[in-house]
């Protein structure tokens, strides 16, 4: 056995996208522990709410994080109707549930092109991302009560000719991610948790699912999903970055 040395990593450093800062316990050419720092990018977000009214603060909520953005405007929506006791009507609670789908297919997208990207797969990065601004273009947002806009029909008929647009091409963007012996290569066997660690860990999303822990926040029936809930969480076995893929190609498709 080698002996262990401490490698200082980051915060700042070329190949990292945002700031962290590591330390890297190696053993000759193997790093056997990485004990990670965070917090560099604190932006006061919980004393700029005092400064703004309920309504101002949506904007906040949205951009405590661009991945899932609509997703934590509706959290804060919510939350809000809950304390006051606001009634949303119940055909914006059924807009609200089809703009968190689109949302998360747009997520989805974001994920597979940044796993593209880790695994040096440039081209299929830029694939991912391409599909994803033509989720973006639907997105609208929510407000407390309600959502900004009604969809009508020339809307919807729009809608669903952009999916529409883009279903073949994700399609081969998962055959990609699935089939391609290279790209299985870098993601089978990767990362693996088991169930039991996933549990322990609290994981969440798609990433317990492909540990198969059969966890969907859908089905506790927030807003137009108690309505929507009959349905079981996909999930896969495998445990490792490969399962983490199936499990995100098969909710959109």
Known sequence: MGKATVIPFGPQHP???EPLHLDLVVEDEHVIEAIPQIGFVHR????????RDIYQFIYVAERICGICSFGHSLGYAETVESLMGVE???????LRVILHELSRVHSHLLWLGLAADAFGFESLFMHCWRLRERVLDILSYVQIGGVVRDIDADTLRWICDKLD???????????????????????????YLSQQQASELCMVGPFARASNVPYDCRVLGHGAYGELSDFTPITSTGGDCLARVEVRCAEVN
């Open 88 to 94: 949303v009507p119940r055909r914006a609670q059924y």
């Open 15 to 17: 190949v990292l996208p």
């Open 44 to 51: 006061g977000l919980e004393k700029l709410v005092e400064t």
């Open 165 to 191: 647009s883009i279903e073949g091409e994700y399609k081969e963007i998962c055959a990609t991610f699935l089939k391609d012996s290279s790209v299985r290569s870098r993601l089978d066997g990767v990362g």
